[in-house]
DNA sequence: TTGTTTGTTTAGTTCGAACTAAACACTCAG
DNA sequence: CTGAGTGTTTAGTTCGAACTAAACAAACAA
């Protein structure tokens, strides 16, 4: 291999980890995930160590981060005690695992936190001398989680019309191609 | 104001710091917003600093970066030189100012460093041994170079048809409240 | 001019996420 | 059983983003 194809590989894994990077990942998960995608053959733990110069506990949870996206794959090759990586290559795909993730955790949460929020002012509603500055909090309150339902019921629509019939949404966005 | 009153606005706010820090905010704009939010009159940055506990300094930038993305609005009043503030209650305009942002300087970056990537492999395409290798790079990298201008163009999209007819996106998704 | 009121900038600090090194756990071969 | 090869977990460290305190700048009043 020259020093070209050398540099532009870690060029390029430099970038997917400053890509990573700024949508809230960590660094070197998006670095993982540029070494996996540039390698034609299965990947292990202990190559990616040596490849990209972080430690295996680094590695290690990194990549199961990685596989419980969605965005690499184990390969399991019988007979052999290594763990063997792919890279998902659909991007679409992932984006659909991120999506779903986030959307679980976080997400219901902040709906959860505002639903309460608003709880709190309607439970105390009578003995209250503040009525004006009450209803004027609950109905900006009511404001935002009428917000997070939409998006939420935008993104579940948007992962429901992928399960179903995959493959349609990602050709009409893939039509240039 | 009553007790839980104040505690439902605490709560709240916090919720809300909650969830720009998950999507990779500064915790305190956030709250900053929050507080903004629950304010029926224009707010200070000074009132800012005594309700939500920290420096001035975090407060001038913070709300600085909020109103940059058209979150909150500077509102002057004339004879006065405080700067007071004010929340944009529109969601959707506050995605769209968030989805401009970070077009406009992360991703192209993103972009033109898998463009660069690519550059490099077919400069040295003549000269190279492993050409196969190359080949195999150039052909993964171009897969993810396409996806981001999919993406791109879909994001730009959309912002031309929000831009465009601005309300009837809006309705379709608020068609429930 | 000087003093006051405001927002901004900067040097230094804090704090948490993500990393390293190393102990650990598991599986298999011999 | 022991020892080698593998991935995981944990205690401690590093590093950078975001904060504080305080100096600064600008605008105005007196």
Redesign the interface.
Known sequence: ??G??T???E??I???S??TH???FPKAMGAIFGAV??S?EPVTLDELVTQIGVSKGAVSTNIRNLERLGIVHKKIILGDRKDYYIAE?D??KIVKGILREREKH?FD??IM??G???K??E??MD????LK??A??RE??I??Q??F??LDS?VATLLAIDDIKSNVFKNI??K??
Do not use: C, P
């Not at 003995?127 to 503040?130: F, G, K, M, R």
């Open positions: 291999m020259t070209t194809v540099e532009a590989k060029n390029f430099q970038g997917v400053r890509i700024f949508w809230g995608y540039l034609s290559t991007f679409w976080e949460h902040a936190s505002v309460e929020s608003i709190m002012l439970e105390d003995n209250i001398e503040d500055t009450a004027f909090y900006r309150m404001g935002l009428k917000f339902d939409n935008l966005l893939l240039k191609s």
